[in-house]
């Protein structure tokens, strides 16, 4: 019998990598309000783990801080709390940058704080959008909208503290 060196679901989905040392990202977020239970809900689809991995090298070329990925999917892609849509392992939460280096559950940060980073944040999605899997950006700020402009950002109830990010299944 093979050594199963990470976990996985019958999808063959992996949970994301929860602290990879000098990694690009941190990693967010309980499960039905469970602390320590964010992991559960990190299930992600191969092509979804890629692209993290991409955009995560990207960002370390041009920002020293790190970007927190929260909700993807749980295992075998069963509906959860609040998160209908993430069911597929191709939609991920992501927060938006802030201007210190806080991070883990206490670096919330929604569009209206003052240390959000909206330039950064701009950033980040750029890199995102560059990316021919992804097909749908969420979230709240308007400049950010307008800034980017051609209806790539959108408008989502309830995404102020959070992008929500979508790429192609296949």
């Known amino acids: 019998?093979?050594?199963?060196?990470?976990?996985?679901?019958?999808r063959g989905?992996?949970?994301?990598?929860?602290?990879?040392?000098?990694?690009?990202y941190y990693v967010y977020?309980?499960?039905?309000?469970?602390?320590?239970s964010g992991h559960l809900a990190q299930h992600a689809h191969p092509n979804m783990l890629s692209l993290i991995f991409h955009i995560e090298h990207q960002w370390q070329a041009i920002d020293d801080r790190?970007?927190?990925i929260g909700n993807i999917s749980i295992a075998e892609g069963v509906a959860y709390d609040k998160h209908k849509s993430h069911q597929k392992g191709i939609e991920m939460d992501i927060r938006p940058v802030r201007k210190d280096k806080l991070t883990g559950q206490a670096a919330r940060v929604s569009r209206f704080d003052e240390v959000y980073d909206r330039d950064a944040t701009i950033k980040l999605i750029r890199l995102f959008l560059r990316h021919p899997g992804?097909?749908?950006?969420?979230f709240n700020?308007?400049?950010?909208?307008k800034e980017i402009g051609s209806g790539r950002v959108r408008f989502l109830m309830?995404?102020?503290?959070?992008?929500?990010?979508?790429?192609?299944?296949h």
């Open 66 to 68: 790190k970007f927190g």
């Open 158 to 169: 309830g995404h102020d503290d959070h992008l929500h990010i979508e790429i192609r299944e």
């Open 134 to 138: 992804v097909t749908k950006v969420f």
């Open 29 to 36: 977020g309980n499960l039905n309000h469970m602390p320590n």
């Open 1 to 10: 019998m093979p050594l199963e060196l990470q976990p996985k679901d019958h």
């Open 13 to 24: 989905y992996f949970i994301l990598p929860q602290a990879p040392e000098g990694a690009g």
């Open 141 to 145: 700020d308007a400049t950010i909208q």
